[in-house]
């Protein structure tokens, strides 16, 4: 890819007052908005599976599932504001203090207040493009400036190119780690000389929504170098491998003045008494877990290697999904999978991302991809 087509493409409304006929007067920023597109559900019956959501296939475990219900029969209640149960056990877990840790509504809603905390009008976003596609609602919302800096040709991260985009402006910028949709994972040394060159009153949020997926040793854990640096917050989620996604909780770790800005900008009692006690038990059971997590790492080796032995090139892997660059055929496969029962996520124009789920659905992956490719 050349130097020039790497520009960062900044994209952005004008803060014009809207004043729709008589109704109230909304913030022009939310115009154009593209609408969070959720993974459409499975089709209805056995064999449909649905792979569209990075989601974890496996139910909860039997001590997580009774602590949520436990926590049911306090509904009349609010939520213990502060987590510290929670808190604490992410503390011990992580070797961090309490201080540098805020809890909030999935770590999707952590990267809202995160916005909310360092970015408005004038002020620019940064993120590599295409990634998770929560990042330009957000900053649309916050009335920031997106910079969206292209992925490389091998559907990575273009660490020195966001470093040359990073201006006086720039407020924040999102690392997405290893990276949605694409699965591409960034290594240490890459990582740190970005780091060194990234302004340290610019915030760098290490999205490591699918850490626990990484098998790479050279990719590093985002909490090891937020220690020495000030300026990194990590997010981190137990929707994925922790398989919470429907309670909604996620964290981040940052240095004090971050962690706090976290707190002032949460919504009051977001994050459920369910949602807390599930968390903590799950970090309880976590062998358990990571016994799952090794098993769906397995499953994606084997799906990967099926891909390629069916001629389809499929970037290295490290979260609990694969990409499959398309381009113009990417709706059409989507609709062959669907067809035999499989619900994926398609990037029209760009390609289509498929969870690596229980063997029975990646299996009809492997068969649609087989056909679809003998089809062309
Ligand atoms: C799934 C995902 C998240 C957020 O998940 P929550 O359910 O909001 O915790 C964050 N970042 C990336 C890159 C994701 O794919």
Redesign the pocket.
């Known amino acids: 890819m050349s130097a020039s087509s790497q520009h960062p493409v900044p994209a952005q409304p004008t803060a014009q007052a809207t004043a729709p006929a008589g109704g109230p007067r909304l913030r022009a920023v939310l115009e154009g908005i593209p609408a969070y597109a959720p993974g459409r559900p499975a089709a209805e019956g056995p064999g449909s599976f649905k792979l569209s959501s990075?989601e974890n296939p496996y139910p909860p475990l039997p001590g997580v599932l009774e602590s949520a219900v436990a926590a049911a029969g306090s509904l009349n209640r609010y939520p213990d504001m502060a987590c510290s149960g929670l808190l604490a056990a992410l503390s011990e877990h992580f070797a961090v203090p309490v201080s540098h840790l805020a809890v909030g509504t999935?770590?999707?809603?952590v990267?809202q207040q995160l916005l909310q905390a360092t970015s408005g009008p004038g002020d620019e976003v940064m993120y590599a493009w295409r990634s998770?596609e929560?990042y330009p609602i957000i900053t649309q919302v916050s009335g920031a400036t997106s910079v969206r800096v292209p992925l490389t040709a091998s559907e990575e991260h273009d660490l020195p190119a966001m470093a040359d985009a990073v201006t006086e402006r720039t407020r924040l910028i999102f690392v997405?780690n290893p990276n949605?949709p694409t699965g591409t994972a960034i290594r240490r040394a890459e990582l740190e000389r970005f780091l060194d060159r990234v302004p340290s009153d610019v915030l760098v949020v290490l999205?490591e929504?699918?850490r626990e997926f990484v098998r790479d040793g050279e990719v590093p854990d985002g909490v090891e170098l937020y220690r020495e640096r000030p300026n990194v917050c990590v997010?981190r989620?137990f929707?994925?491998a922790y398989g919470l996604?429907g309670l909604?909780v996620?964290f981040a770790v940052a240095h004090e003045p971050v962690a706090a800005a976290l707190r002032k900008t949460a919504v009051p009692f977001g994050v459920s008494q369910i949602a807390q006690d599930a968390a903590v038990a799950s970090l309880g059971a976590e062998a358990a877990l990571l016994e799952r997590v090794d098993t769906l790492v397995a499953e994606r080796a084997r799906v990967t290697a099926g891909l390629a032995e069916r001629g389809w090139t499929v970037p290295r892997s490290q979260g609990n999904f694969v990409w499959l660059r398309l381009g113009e055929d990417a709706a059409a496969f989507a609709t062959a999978c669907e067809r035999e029962g499989v619900t994926v996520r398609p990037f029209a124009g760009e390609g289509v991302r498929v969870t690596v789920a229980e063997p029975e659905a990646n299996d009809v992956l492997l068969r649609v991809a087989a056909a679809f490719r003998e089809g062309r």
């Open positions: 990075n999935g770590s999707a809603g990267a998770f929560a997405c949605n999205d929504a699918y997010l989620t929707s994925k996604a909604r996620g």
